[in-house]
């Protein structure tokens, strides 16, 4: 019964150790979203919630027409960025999200 449940789910954890292996394959952050999905986390839980993005000066969101769509994971990572610092604590929540949305 047990062997079952193991074959059951060995798809699920091989793209599990595949998603960290490439998570983890390099010490910097993989691709440009990372990057800014880090920094405005970080930028939240330093400053509280962003009504404007002063950073882009050239968009309307240098106004009072900021809307952060993708607002829940950059709560999401708040806590691993606090326990982890910005770099390792950003890759170890985009993996632990993404072994979720792989589950």
Do not use: C, E
Not at 27 to 41: C, K, N, Y
Not at 71 to 76: D, E, I, S, V, W
Not at 91 to 102: H, W
Request: glycine share 8%.
């Amino acid at each position: 019964m047990k062997a079952k449940i193991w074959l059951d789910n060995l798809p699920i954890i091989i793209l599990i150790l595949v998603f960290a292996l490439i998570q983890f394959s390099q010490p910097l952050i993989i691709g440009a979203d990372g990057f800014l999905h880090g920094r405005l986390s970080l930028f939240i839980a330093d400053n509280g919630f962003l009504k404007i993005l002063p950073q882009a000066y050239f968009s309307w969101f240098n106004t009072n027409r900021f809307s952060d769509k993708d607002f829940f994971y950059h709560l999401y990572l708040i806590p691993f960025i606090k326990l982890w610092g910005y770099m390792l604590g950003t890759k170890i929540g985009a993996f632990f999200a993404v072994s979720l949305l792989g589950i």
